[in-house]
T-cell receptor, first 113, second 110 residues
Framework: DVKVTQSSRYLVKRTGEKVFLECVQD?????MFWYRQDPGLGLRLIYF???????EKGDIPEGYSVSREKKERFSLILESASTNQTSMYLC????????????FGEGSRLTVL | RKEVEQDPGPFNVPEGATVAFNCTYS??????FFWYRQDCRKEPKLLMS???SGNEDGRFTAQLNRASQYISLLIRDSKLSDSATYLC???????????FGTGTKLQVIP
């Protein structure tokens, strides 16, 4: 089975803190994604990566950055957390191109106070 | 207009009932379509792909109507374990163009 592991299930941070969310997949997938999920808004793509050291902006990249130094690991960074970044963050991975079959991690629920 | 629209529900149905959800999409160039299932406080998981000819997986049937730009999911003989949110997903053919609907909540009642 594909396993996508997110390092933290629940985090509470203060405004202005730097936040790291880490994601590791064990299936040698080329593609990795970071989404956030908010009630009534669905899943929105923050960033994605189709190869090591490659990254592309999604729909809502502002306030976020990412890092992919190894194929299996994709990190989401909030340089200075704000209250409007309180959300559920979901990492996903997939094979190849043009696929809608995404494998998700269990999610990281971030609260910014 | 949203790219992908779903009725949020909730749909409350008794066990054994048949229930259908629709999902409309705005871009006629959309290439592939999927239904995902998301249990409460869990991650989304692929339920089934949706093919042009329609496809069935046990009690679940998915259909695509390109002319009217909607996809549907039919669940027959509903089980309590079917209670979840069902997400419609439309792919325009590239990584950043996978669009999720906001989901339809189904509650199957004993």
């Amino acid at each position: 089975d594909v396993k996508v592991t997110q390092s933290s299930r629940y985090l509470v941070k203060r405004t202005g803190e730097k936040v790291f969310l880490e994601c590791v997949q064990d299936m040698d997938h080329e593609n990795m994604f970071w989404y956030r999920q908010d009630p009534g808004l669905g899943l929105r793509l923050i960033y994605f990566s189709y190869d090591v050291k490659m990254k592309e902006k999604g729909d809502i990249p502002e306030g976020y950055s990412v890092s992919r130094e190894k194929k299996e690991r994709f990190s989401l960074i909030l340089e200075s957390a704000s209250t409007n970044q309180t959300s559920m963050y979901l990492c996903a991975s997939s094979w190849g191109a043009n696929t809608g079959e995404l494998f998700f991690g269990e999610g990281s629920r971030l609260t910014v106070l | 207009r949203k790219e992908v629209e779903q009725d949020p529900g909730p749909f409350n149905v008794p066990e054994g009932a048949t229930v259908a959800f629709n999902c409309t999409y705005s871009n006629s160039a959309s290439q592939s379509f999927f239904w995902y299932r998301q249990d409460c406080r869990k991650e989304p998981k692929l339920l089934m792909s949706v093919y042009s000819s329609g496809n069935e997986d046990g009690r679940f049937t998915a259909q695509l109507n390109r002319a009217s730009q909607y996809i549907s999911l039919l669940i027959r003989d509903s089980k309590l374990s079917d209670s979840a949110t069902y997400l419609c997903v439309v792919n325009m053919g590239s990584y950043q163009k996978v669009t999720f609907g906001t989901g339809t909540k189904l509650q199957v009642i004993p």
